[in-house]
């Protein structure tokens, strides 16, 4: 099947030094992150520990216009810190200024060709139906993502006297399809309507200050102290965003033209139920 060929090469691609024979199910547990992981970004920022307990992708190879394909994303903890030793490299900036610079040209010389392909030919542009495109449907139709356990963390203790730390922690977000009733639901159908109910919980953001570094902790330490903020209900912590709930009722329609301008491509309706700021 052609879509289950281009799915392997790409988890081959990105995922092969991984994972091994996979079938239905692909599954990473007790991932570590590399510590430079970082350095490539060229960003003043050091990974100190960095913690995933479980990612698992299931695809539906024989069933794929009809079953979900889910990816649930579980417990990610990360903890960064400043770098103290920072090189500026001349040479590197210098090569990152031109390759930007020559993106853009590259930018506006791909507009200019689309532009006039698009001027020679705007009838067939219009009816333009691909394979990718009604794959990109179907898989949106039965795409599921559960993400639980999220917490990412800065500490600093620059200055000895006055550490700081802040970060952002979430219980769970959710992306599900449902019916026009925002019902759980497995769509069997080719209808031209998906209907996503998104849900995010105690999201928050919190800063810390004049409190015990967790630098000086193990890296397990600062794995088990990551995980404990949810596990003791939020303990002396000072918010800035105070964990808060809210949803988003999706409604998806094919292109315009599929649909013969009958719908909307995308409306969305998102509903919060309290949000706390503090300064």
Known sequence: MVFEHLMAFFIDKFLGNYIEDFDCDIILENVHLKTNALNDFNVPLEIITGYLEKLR???PWKHLYTHPMKIDFDGFYLLVAPKTNVNYDVERKEKEEYESKMKQVKKVEEFRRERELFEKDKQSLHHKDTFFEHLQFHILRNLEIEINNIHIAYDDKTTKSYPFQCGITL???RLHTTNDQWEDFESKDDSKIIYKLAQINNLSIYWNSNIKSRLDLSKQDIIEDLKSIKQLKY???????????CQAKLKIAKTAQEQDFEETVLATDIDFEDIYLNI
């Open 57 to 59: 992708i299931h695809i």
């Open 235 to 245: 303990p002396k912590m000072n918010f800035i965003i105070q964990p808060l709930n």
């Open 171 to 173: 219980n769970y977000i």
